[in-house]
């Protein structure tokens, strides 16, 4: 009939979808790449999104896309997405990969069976706001998960280009796990102890966690929670970073 009247046909209108968004990236990707080299590389890409992936179902997420510096995936329940996102967080530090999570939830519209519109944007952005080792929920995310038992703190307001006002922000897990994420800055004066040293001489070596673990006759958590230490001390998002701070400061040995 429209057509009819008007002379315009219209199409129908466009599939949408509520959901949640889970962006990721690797904090000092370039950085990795370049030390590790192209091999090594892809084969730490590669056990990334094998992590990624097992989270994915296990948390019930869609793959939307993934790359060399991190994934994108949609949920239909908030409360999972953000365990997930903590999850997938957890075990990469294993890998000696730190990443950057943001999510957001909003309607997305389904084109080519694949989600888009501006909920995707803003998860982006609310990713890009993140400090390493930091899952980061827009203020709509934590409104739809309260009495889930899931803890936040709070990171203030952010304009994003392109999207109108302003989002609160918030840091997912507890209390004490989210202020660790806060950046300190790393100096001569810093001061890690004999056994963080070790742990931070044998990663500038290019060893895993796990292989520090075997060398050093430590269990593999032990080793990631020297690891979680010895970043937050320095302040210092990647391997890489401790390898040049401790040729520079070779003399504090």
Request: glycine share 10%.
């Amino acid at each position: 009939m429209q057509e009819f009247l008007t002379g315009v046909r219209t199409g129908p209108p466009p599939d949408t979808m509520l959901a949640t968004v889970l962006c990721t990236n690797v904090a000092q990707a370039g950085a990795h790449a370049i030390w590790l080299g192209d091999k090594r590389w892809n084969q730490l890409v590669d056990r990334h999104h094998s992590v990624v992936r097992k989270a994915l179902a296990r948390y019930s997420g869609r793959e939307i896309e993934a790359g060399e510096q991190g994934m994108t995936a949609v949920f239909d329940g908030t409360a999972r997405a953000i365990r997930c996102a903590l999850d997938v967080r957890d075990q990469l530090m294993r890998l000696g990969l730190r990443v950057r999570a943001g999510l957001h939830a909003g309607e997305c519209e389904v084109g080519d069976g694949r989600p888009r519109g501006v909920a995707l944007h803003v998860a982006s952005s609310v990713m890009k706001a993140a400090q390493p080792g930091e899952v980061l929920v827009s203020g709509t995310v934590k409104d739809l998960v309260v009495g889930s038992g899931l803890e936040f703190a709070d990171r203030g307001a952010r304009v994003f280009e392109g999207v109108p006002g302003s989002w609160s922000l918030f840091a997912a897990g507890h209390a004490e796990q989210a202020e660790t994420t806060q950046p300190a800055r790393a100096s001569s004066s810093v001061q890690l102890s004999r056994r963080e040293r070790d742990v931070a001489q044998l990663l500038a070596q290019g060893l895993s966690n796990r292989a520090i673990a075997e060398r050093l006759y430590l269990s593999e958590r032990t080793i990631d929670n020297h690891v979680h230490h010895i970043l937050d001390k320095l302040g210092f998002d990647s391997r890489v970073q401790i390898a040049t701070w401790l040729a520079r400061n070779e003399h504090l040995s």
